[in-house]
C-alpha cells in the first residue's frame, strides 16, 4: 500500500454546475477521498470570481479534498510560448495558478514546459525552447517557495521534454519547489510508440524535424525527483488515458519503482472517464488495486 494519496482527475468541462456535485458524490460513494484541481476548474476560477468557495463547499460536502492541481496548458501557456510578445501574460497566467492552489490548500502543481511541433514552435531550436523554460521557472520558483508549493514539471513526447532534458533543467534548480510528474501514458508513447509509424511518438517528433529517440527507462531517470505522477495507460499509438491493464504499460514494474521514489507525494489517476467511457466506479476500484500491486 502507498503511503500517499490517490487522486483522481474528472473532465468537469463535459458537466455543469448541476451536474458537478453529483460527480463528486459518485466518487465519494466508491471510496475516492482526493480530486485533482484540474486545468479546467483552475481556468474556471480565473474567469469566474466567488467560485473557488463553490467549488471548495461542494468537496467538503462530499467529504472529498483538492491535494495536486494541473496549471493551464496550451501554446499559448506552456513555459516556451513560441510568441515572447506574450510571454509576460503567460507566466502572469501561471502565477495566478500558484496562487490558486495555496488558496485551495493544494501543494503540488503539474505545469506543462512546452512542446515543439507547430508552427512557429517547430522553427525554434530546441536550446531556445529550454531556455525559454528555464526563464520562465527562474521567475514561477520563488513564488512557489513562498507559497510552499511545488511545481512538478512533465515527461511529454517531444524532444524539448524528454526525461533527460527535465533532468538537466532540474540540476539548475536545486530547490524542493521544484520536481516532476512522471506520466505513464506519454513514457509509454516513447517506448511502445515505436511500433507505430503514424503514432503520437513519430508524429510529435517529425514534426519538429527530427527522428524519435525513444526511450525505456523514464520512469528510472526520473524517480529521484518524482513528486506526482500520471498513471493511465494506452498501447503506444496515442494518448489515450485509458484505465490501466487495458494498454502496454507494464504496471507491475511502474509501481515497484514509485514505491521507492523518495519524493512522491501523490498517485493520481489521469484516466479520463468520459474520454475513455470508464465508470467511476471501475477507475476507483482499478486504482485500488493498482497502489497494491
Known amino acids: 500500500m502507498f503511503p500517499v494519496p490517490v487522486t483522481f482527475y474528472f473532465e468537469f468541462d463535459y458537466g455543469n ?3 458537478r456535485p453529483y460527480i463528486m458524490s459518485e466518487f465519494a460513494r466508491y471510496g475516492a477521498e482526493h480530486l485533482v484541481l484540474s486545468k479546467v476548474l483552475i481556468d474556471r476560477i480565473i474567469a469566474e470570481p466567488g467560485i ?15 491535494c495536486d492541481a494541473h496549471a493551464p496548458y496550451g501554446p499559448l501557456v506552456d513555459m516556451n510560448c513560441p510568441w515572447q510578445e506574450k510571454k509576460h501574460i503567460v507566466r502572469s497566467r501561471l502565477k495566478l495558478a500558484l496562487e490558486i492552489c495555496a488558496y485551495m490548500k493544494v501543494d503540488t502543481i503539474t505545469m506543462h514546459l512546452g512542446n515543439n511541433h507547430f508552427v512557429p514552435a517547430s522553427s525554434i531550436p530546441d536550446e531556445e525552447h529550454i531556455a525559454r523554460m528555464e526563464e520562465s521557472l527562474a521567475e514561477l520558483l520563488p513564488i512557489a517557495e513562498k507559497l510552499g508549493i511545488t511545481i512538478c514539471i512533465e515527461n511529454i513526447w517531444f524532444s524539448v521534454n524528454t526525461p533527460d532534458v527535465l533532468n538537466r533543467i532540474k540540476s ?19 517506448d511502445n510508440g515505436r511500433l507505430y509509424a503514424t503514432g503520437n511518438g513519430w508524429n510529435g517528433w517529425r514534426d519538429a524535424g527530427k527522428e524519435p529517440v525513444w526511450e525505456d527507462r523514464a520512469l528510472e531517470k526520473m524517480l529521484p525527483n518524482v513528486v506526482n505522477c500520471h498513471l493511465h495507460d494506452n498501447n503506444g499509438w496515442r494518448d489515450e488515458h485509458t484505465l490501466p491493464g487495458k494498454g502496454k504499460v507494464n504496471w507491475a514494474h ?27 466506479k471501475e477507475l476507483v476500484e482499478k486504482f485500488d488495486e493498482l497502489v497494491q500491486l
Open 17 to 19: 454546475d448541476r451536474l
Open 52 to 66: 473557488e468557495d463553490i467549488l471548495l463547499k461542494e468537496m467538503a460536502d462530499n467529504g472529498l479534498s483538492f
Open 254 to 280: 511502474i509501481m515497484g519503482l514509485l514505491k521507492t521514489a523518495p519524493r512522491l507525494k501523490a498517485i493520481q489517476s489521469e484516466v479520463l472517464p468520459v474520454f475513455s467511457g470508464t465508470f467511476i
Open 172 to 190: 539548475h534548480f536545486p530547490t524542493d519547489a521544484l520536481g516532476f510528474c512522471y506520466d505513464a501514458g506519454h513514457a509509454n508513447i516513447m
